[in-house]
């Protein structure tokens, strides 16, 4: 079992940069892939970004995304992390991390997730 919990949401002007912590609670989170993913109000949760524990951590953006943020861990205190450059008011949602042994961009694909962190991106 693995515990998720998400920090660093808030609210940031449009052009303007956040971080994102997920911190876990198992030994173990080195063999999981990290994943982020986003809901907006009426939408459907989206992927954002994940980093695989394999390869040296080979990354992965939804093409939205690309360019402005950036994934990482640090598998040493249990963490990743997700910065957000560039913000735009659409990237206004809930984010989530989720952990997973062997998905990549599909939140089926993905076992444990974090309760969310609300960002919100003004205009």
């Known amino acids: 079992q693995v515990q998720l919990v998400e920090s660093g949401g808030g609210l940031v002007q449009a052009g303007g940069t956040l971080g994102l912590s997920c911190a876990a609670s198992q030994r173990t989170f080195s063999s999981y892939t990290i994943g982020w993913f986003r809901q907006a109000p009426g939408k459907e949760r989206e992927f954002v970004a994940s980093i695989t524990w394999s390869g040296g951590g080979k990354t992965y953006y939804a093409d939205s995304v690309k360019g402005r943020f950036t994934i990482s861990r640090d598998n040493a205190k249990n963490t990743a992390f997700l910065l957000m450059n560039s913000l735009k008011p659409e990237d206004t949602a809930v984010y989530y991390c989720?952990?997973?042994?062997?998905?990549?961009?599909?939140?089926?694909?993905?076992?444990?997730w974090g309760q969310g962190t609300q960002v919100t991106v003004s205009s």
């Open positions: 989720a952990a997973s042994r062997y998905g990549l961009m599909s939140a089926i694909d993905y076992g444990y």
